[in-house]
């Protein structure tokens, strides 16, 4: 790059892609289908956006995009960047990852270098969930029945074996129902199943009737392709357990949150119920009679945002990214469930234990009572 144009002459809104998602290169299009989802009103406007991946482009661009979680630009030369940028230019943060995950971890390093957010935090300047629900004609499926050709129970598909936390509760899950581990980390749980992505896995999982879609990391509004990804053919209910508002964020009746359980035994005993009562079973299908999932595309939140509305400006990164992604603050919530036995076994055990203290109490009366007899006759 060389000098700047320090005026900006462009009709149309520019946006540059600086880096790759991973090992996508061009992976914003403006070509993507944009409904307009229910959190939004106004449908996006194509015609006055433009996408480039073009580094030249730099100084006519009006936002440049920088993907946090891979192939991340030095931050020497992200500051030497900046120095250089147009005074209308805005540079925005992204990341799909949990702050837990993010790449570099300290995220002070970053502070002062972006202006704005698109995260799958709603509290973002462009919302990017892993995915969303809308409204569809009622389909009638009563009469369906979703539990058939299901001959197991409880799934578990995990590559991520660094998570202690979702370890725990699906060892403490196995106590009480059978949990079958797919992937890298199932020899932690005395098993080597594979489930390769596709039609194969598909068809593995359609045996089950539960799916653990436990998050990696318990932060405000992550809820991930591990929730979202199985709401299709393969007709599970999946299991949640994640730091966000189910409540708000996911599909009304579609499943089963760890924390709405006093403990995994209680959790446990509701699933075997479901495994053995089909009708409450298909309840956890009737969200499909009027909503459908869809997965944002990429470009679609920031030309519905952009062409409608003006972004809030710059955020402290840490403060926002860290402190109110709240992260672990359920940890505690979770630990509660394996740790909280009932107590009824406690009532017995110090029942037990009086019973004892008394039993030897009155032992050894007896015993001295009797030395003192033999005392007196002496």
Not at 88 to 115: A, H, K, Y
Not at 141 to 169: H, P, Y
Not at 346 to 369: D, R
Request: aromatic share 16%; glycine share 4%; proline share 4%.
């Amino acid at each position: 790059m060389t000098s700047a144009n320090t005026t900006r002459n462009r009709q149309t809104i520019l946006l540059l892609v600086y880096n790759e998602f991973f090992d996508y290169k061009e992976w914003i299009s403006v070509e993507e289908h944009c409904s307009v989802p229910r959190t939004r009103t106004k449908p996006c406007k194509k015609e006055m956006f433009e996408v480039t991946f073009d580094k030249w482009r730099f100084y006519e661009s009006d936002f440049v995009l920088v993907h946090v979680a891979s192939n991340l630009p030095s931050l020497r030369h992200l500051k030497s960047l900046r120095k250089l940028k147009p005074s209308w230019q805005l540079w925005i943060f992204f990341g799909m990852e949990s702050p837990l995950s993010l790449s570099p971890p300290d995220t002070r390093l970053l502070n002062g270098m972006f202006d704005l957010t698109f995260t799958y935090r709603l509290d973002s300047d462009f919302w990017a969930p892993y995915g969303t629900y809308e409204e569809i004609p009622f389909v009638d499926l009563s009469q369906q029945d979703f539990s058939a050709g299901k001959d197991k129970i409880v799934a578990w598909i995990v590559s991520n074996c660094n998570r202690q936390l979702r370890k725990s509760v699906v060892h403490e899950l196995q106590k009480y129902i059978a949990v079958d581990v797919f992937g890298s980390c199932s020899r932690e749980f005395g098993e080597s199943k594979s489930c390769s992505p596709g039609e194969t896995c598909t068809s593995t999982i359609k045996r089950y009737k539960f799916f653990l879609a436990f998050e990696n990391a318990l932060c405000e509004d992550y809820i991930t392709e591990k929730y979202w990804r199985h709401l299709g053919e393969e007709n599970v209910v999946p299991v949640v357990m994640g730091g966000a508002n189910y409540t708000k964020l996911a599909i009304p009746g579609s499943y089963i949150n760890v924390l709405d359980f006093k403990t995994v035994k209680n959790l446990s005993d509701y699933l075997h119920y479901l495994d053995k009562n089909n009708t409450a079973y298909n309840e956890y299908f009737k969200w499909r009679q009027n909503f459908r999932p869809i997965y944002f595309p990429n470009f679609c939140s920031f030309c519905e945002v952009l062409t409608s509305e003006s972004p809030k400006g710059i955020k402290n990164l840490t403060d926002f990214w860290v402190t109110q992604g709240k992260c672990s603050e359920k940890d505690l919530l979770v630990l509660n469930m394996w740790t909280r036995r009932s107590k009824l076994p406690a009532y017995f055990s110090i029942l037990a234990t009086f019973i004892l203290i008394t039993f030897i109490l009155i032992t050894l009366a007896v015993y001295f009572t009797q030395v003192y007899k033999v005392r007196l006759h002496v």
